[in-house]
């Protein structure tokens, strides 16, 4: 579109401001300009038709035929003009549209919890993307993912939501058949369930003592599973040892489907992010359900698995 036109198209606005106004003192006031420049646009417009559009007199402005038809269409134009500056606004000041949000499986039941005020948004649609693998948000159009664990350098722009509590853990009935582990190494003779397989079939395992020390494992897995939700339901079926990180596996711990394995000993905190894949002016949707998922975490007890840990070994 050429200079040429564009200056065409403002001069059709300010024509459909000018018959909205009902006359060209109105109309500037409206536009922020004078009535000299409204009736110099409007004079370019006549000669640029070839045809009057206005009949001037000192009490009123009326439309000629011409200027009738030509009406209709300036202002669907100026309305069009306005209606996309509308949905933008509320696309940048109300959340709307669709919302992709890509989290880990276990996540599911959290999300229902942290989530819920976004009810209250009609015009909004969530689409939940539930897997323990890594997906690319480029391509899978995801506006959020909550991903936990340190982040690997990318062009993703990170929000760190909070801090995730790891419990180790076992069913009584595997406990009873293999005993209790009293300390770290004991572990190594253990069957060790694995949530995020390897290339090495073998996961480490940080952990620290009563009194500050430290213990590093490498532990080969004798089951690995991609999903969280399988690795909670050996670990209740008596399979072996694994870590607690979903929901699923707070509830059993506190009701004593699972019950914590050196609990003396505590795993290192997993940092949880919430990361989008542009930087910059964000929508509504996004920025909102960023603000809901800080605000959610930060009410969050960090030690509710630990708590539930402590309630089942107490019991």
Not at 185 to 192: F, R, T
Request: aromatic content about 4%; proline content about 5%.
């Amino acid at each position: 579109m050429t200079d040429k036109s564009l200056d065409q198209l403002k001069r059709m606005a300010v024509f459909a401001e000018v018959v909205a106004a009902g006359s060209l003192t109105a109309a500037a006031r409206r536009l922020g300009m004078t009535p000299s420049a409204v009736s110099q646009h409007l004079r370019q417009l006549e000669q640029a038709l070839g045809l009057a559009l206005l009949h001037r007199s000192t009490r009123r402005l009326t439309l000629t035929e011409a200027g009738e038809r030509y009406h209709a269409g300036c202002a669907a134009m100026v309305g069009a003009a306005r209606e996309a500056e509308q949905a933008l606004v509320r696309l940048r000041d109300e959340p709307e549209g669709e919302l992709r949000l890509a989290a880990p499986i276990g996540f599911g039941g959290l999300l229902a919890s942290a989530l819920a005020p976004l009810r209250g948004h009609p015009r909004l649609s969530l689409r939940l993307l539930l897997d323990d693998t890594v997906i690319d948000l480029i391509e899978q159009r995801v506006d959020i993912a909550l991903r936990v664990g340190q982040l690997a350098d990318s062009s993703l722009v990170a929000r760190k939501l909070g801090s995730m509590t790891r419990v180790l853990c076992a069913s009584p009935a595997y406990l009873a058949e293999r005993d209790w582990p009293a300390h770290p190494q004991d572990l190594l003779q253990h069957d060790w369930l694995a949530s995020r397989p390897q290339n090495t079939g073998a996961e480490m395992l940080e952990l620290e003592g009563p009194g500050g020390e430290r213990e590093i494992l490498r532990l080969d897995a004798r089951v690995q599973a991609s999903q969280v939700t399988a690795v909670h339901a050996l670990c209740v079926a008596g399979w072996g040892i694994s870590m607690a990180v979903s929901e699923d596996d707070r509830q059993a711990l506190a009701d004593g489907r699972l019950l914590p394995v050196l609990p003396s000993w505590r795993l290192t905190d997993m940092p949880l992010y919430a990361v989008t894949p542009r930087r910059g002016e964000q929508p509504a949707k996004v920025r909102h359900t960023l603000d809901l998922l800080a605000a959610w975490f930060a009410r969050q007890d960090n030690g509710g698995m630990a708590a539930a840990a402590r309630s089942a070994n107490a019991a």
